[in-house]
């Protein structure tokens, strides 16, 4: 069955970095692309950052623009996230959709991860 594990969270400085990963398991990435999404205290599910199924287009929130960067290494997807601000502390979620002008709504997602923690302090 379909799987995806995040890992690479923690606690971190203002200003610090952390690397995400999320494994995949039976996925695969043609008609389907991966998707970051994150839930910050008090708020709602919300986009990150995507990359397209053939690794050629990035969308990103203007909240992370400059300071994050999504990739994919095959069936593994990481989240490069450098100057963090405390207001980026929360729950983030790995994700697949297939809808990319949808990319950063939540009810377009097809599978999910857990999440992990981040938190910046």
């Known amino acids: 069955h379909v799987q995806l594990v995040e890992s690479g969270g923690g606690s971190v400085q203002t200003g610090g970095s952390l690397r995400l990963s999320c494994t995949t398991t039976?996925?695969?990435?043609?008609?389907?692309?991966p998707v970051w999404f994150r839930q910050t205290p008090g708020k709602e599910r919300e986009g990150v950052a995507a990359?397209?199924?053939?690794?050629?287009n990035w969308q990103y929130a203007d909240f992370v623009k400059g300071r994050f960067t999504i990739s994919r290494e095959g069936p593994t997807i990481y989240l490069q996230m450098n100057n963090l601000q405390p207001d980026d502390t929360g729950v983030y979620y790995c994700?697949?959709?297939?809808?990319?002008?949808?990319?950063?709504?939540?009810?377009?997602?097809?599978?999910w991860g857990h999440g992990t923690q981040v938190t910046v302090s």
């Open positions: 994700a697949t959709s297939t809808h990319w002008g949808k990319w950063a709504s939540p009810s377009f997602a097809e599978y």
């Open positions: 039976n996925l695969i990435f043609i008609d389907r692309f």
């Open positions: 990359v397209s199924s053939g690794n050629f």
